[in-house]
């Protein structure tokens, strides 16, 4: 519920169409790893926001017995990566 209110926020701010995805069978995370993903994911979403301009923005959590993977997805304009 705390990516999902996230991308409200993202969508009410830049009007961006956004999505999110659960795939596998849902397990709770350690506390210390939710908390990384919920930073990695917050702090994705408001780049897409406030540097990338993007319109859409999707987030995937993918569980497998080993592990669990978070996708972040937009269209936003992107970098120069040779400037950094």
């Known amino acids: 519920s705390a990516l999902r209110r996230e991308l409200d926020w993202a969508g009410s701010v830049c009007d961006a169409v956004t999505g999110l995805r659960t795939v596998g069978t849902v397990r709770p995370l350690s506390p210390a790893a939710a908390h990384q993903a919920y930073a ?14 993007a319109s859409a923005i999707r987030v995937g959590i993918i569980y497998s017995p080993e ?8 269209d936003g304009r992107g970098f120069d990566h ?3």
């Open 40 to 53: 990695i994911a917050q702090e994705a979403i408001s780049n897409a926001v406030a540097h990338a301009r």
């Open 67 to 74: 592990s669990v993977t978070l996708l972040i997805e937009d």
């Open 82 to 84: 040779r400037a950094i």
